[in-house]
């Protein structure tokens, strides 16, 4: 998964996140996003995501996919961004990435 871009929409109090997703391992199976959330580094909160698609047919092409969070975030503010993928019944979550606005 790539992180393409990140707009912070304040007049709308939203962030929107363009992602790149492709399955690298050329397996042809196709995958879900199960998880893609943020939560603040002193909060127990997580907000998730409004994504504009979770599936993919795994046709081992790239996938531009959405993510929109229904927040500003504060600056000098660090969060942590969970991804989890979903396969065949399978469920990988991506290492927990920090992320300081």
Known sequence: MTINTIQIDTANGRMIWDNTLK???NSGIGYSINEYDLQP???QTKVPA???QTIMSGSNRPYDVQAIFAFVPFHNVTYVLTVMVGFNGVYTTFDPVKITF
């Open 23 to 25: 399955d690298v391992t």
């Open 41 to 43: 580094n002193a909060s």
């Open 50 to 52: 409004i994504l504009s």
